[in-house]
Structures are given as structure tokens and as C-alpha cells.
């Protein structure tokens, strides 16, 4: 099931256009307590500050369900980046948590199971079938830390 899954988020970071040839051999690194995982695609800015809990972060981001490949959202389409406040459940956990620790400049494929995402429900609005994975390209444009 992991294969499927790794398979799944390198054709969706193909499908995203920014992986570099060794991103798609990299293998996802974990986050301890979830099943969320992520590829670095592009380091942060050197000595950056990192996202932390509570902090106000705006990013780019593009979402594709990973069964389907289909891009559902991104803020790239209207320029318009996405401001939340970290790690306080505002957005669903596999982002939350797969944000945490991101330098300014990073940019990160976020590979989320349903679980963590929009589950059993799934947000049909957005074409995110009950039980769809989910793979977000998230870009960090800013960190305000309170």
C-alpha cells in the first residue's frame, strides 16, 4: 500500500511541475504521530526561520487529488497566496502538521491520506472524492511569528 502511495505522490509532483529529477526518487520523510509525509523540492533560504505553532504564515499552494491527478485548488491560478495560522487546526492536519518546520522560500510536496484530510466525506465541491489523498505543493512567501 506505501508503493501505491509513493508512486501516487511522485505522479502528482510530475503533475505539479517542480520535482527535479532526484525529487522523484527521494523517498518521503515521515512526521512523527501521522501518515502525512513530504519531499523537500526546493531549500529554504539559509538561517530562515521556520514555521512554528501560532505563527501567521501566507504560501502558495496547489492541491491535486492523488487517486485522480487532478488539480482542485491553487493560489497560483489568481496570484492570490493563502494566509493561515499555524499548527492551531485552522486547515485540515495533514497540512498543519506538514507545514511545521518549513524555512521561508521552502517548497514542500505534501502527500496527505484521507484521514487527514477531508476523510470519509471528502469535499465534493472541490471534486475531492469521500476518502481522497490529497498532494499539495506548498511554497512559504512569509513567517510573522507573534
Known sequence: MRTVGVLAALACVCLLGSAR???ELAEPTPIAGYKTTYI???????GAQTIQKGDKVSVHATG???????????TKDSNTPFSYTAGVGK????????????????????IIPAEEGYGENGFPSWGI???GGLNFEIEVLKIDRK
Open 21 to 23: 529529477a532526484e525529487d
Open 129 to 131: 472524492p469521500p476518502n
Open 40 to 46: 523537500v523540492l526546493k531549500e529554504g533560504e539559509e
Open 64 to 74: 491535486v487529488v492523488l487517486e485522480t491527478g487532478k488539480k482542485f485548488w491553487s
Open 91 to 110: 486547515v485540515i492536519a495533514g497540512w498543519d502538521q506538514g507545514c511545521l518546520g518549513m524555512k521561508l522560500g521552502e517548497v514542500r510536496n505534501i
